[in-house]
């Protein structure tokens, strides 16, 4: 992707960041995602005092896009901002989401709060990933 393309997807991730419900760790996410045919979905995290119920914001905007009808394998990135000193990486259960509905090397860009980016990718967030099921 070309860098205007990744700054403005990164600016999603952190607008969307204004619609988290975090009444409970106060800890606001936003992610934003670009498919195949360009068009960006963003999600929020979403907190339930039972945290197990909780849903991230990259998951939010993956389950957003497939209930928009699109398919896997049609991620082309995700950016993930939060309010953080440091590079704020996706946990393991949206990590594994990722690896069911992205490519290997689907970019995933990190940000903090300086606004730096750094890239990584599905595989080197998910080097040994649980890919399949045999049955």
Same mark, same amino acid.
């Given at each position: 992707?070309?860098?205007?393309?990744?700054? +403005? +997807?990164? !600016?999603?991730?952190?607008?969307?960041?204004? #619609?988290?419900?975090?009444? @409970?760790? #106060?800890? /606001?996410?936003?992610?934003?995602?670009?498919?195949?045919?360009?068009? *960006?979905?963003?999600?929020?995290?979403?907190?339930? %005092?039972?945290?197990?119920?909780?849903?991230?914001?990259? /998951?939010?905007? *993956?389950?957003?896009? +497939?209930?928009?009808?699109? !398919? /896997?394998?049609?991620?082309?990135? *995700?950016?993930?901002?939060?309010?953080?000193?440091?590079?704020?990486?996706?946990?393991?259960?949206? /990590? !594994? %989401?990722? $690896?069911?509905?992205?490519?290997? =090397?689907?970019? $995933? @860009?990190?940000?903090?709060? =300086? !606004?730096?980016?750094?890239?990584?990718?599905?595989?080197?967030? %998910?080097?040994?990933?649980?890919?399949?099921?045999?049955?």
């Amino acid at each position: 992707m070309e860098t205007n393309d990744i700054y +403005l +997807l990164m !600016q999603k991730a952190h607008e969307v960041k204004e #619609n988290s419900y975090s009444p @409970y760790s #106060n800890f /606001r996410v936003g992610a934003a995602i670009k498919m195949d045919d360009d068009h *960006i979905f963003t999600g929020a995290n979403i907190e339930n %005092v039972s945290f197990g119920a909780t849903n991230c914001a990259e /998951r939010s905007a *993956i389950f957003t896009a +497939l209930s928009a009808g699109y !398919q /896997r394998k049609t991620i082309k990135a *995700i950016a993930v901002a939060g309010d953080t000193e440091d590079f704020l990486p996706p946990c393991s259960i949206c /990590r !594994q %989401v990722m $690896v069911e509905f992205c490519e290997p =090397d689907t970019p $995933v @860009y990190l940000t903090r709060e =300086d !606004q730096s980016i750094l890239t990584t990718s599905v595989k080197e967030l %998910v080097p040994f990933a649980f890919e399949t099921m045999d049955m």
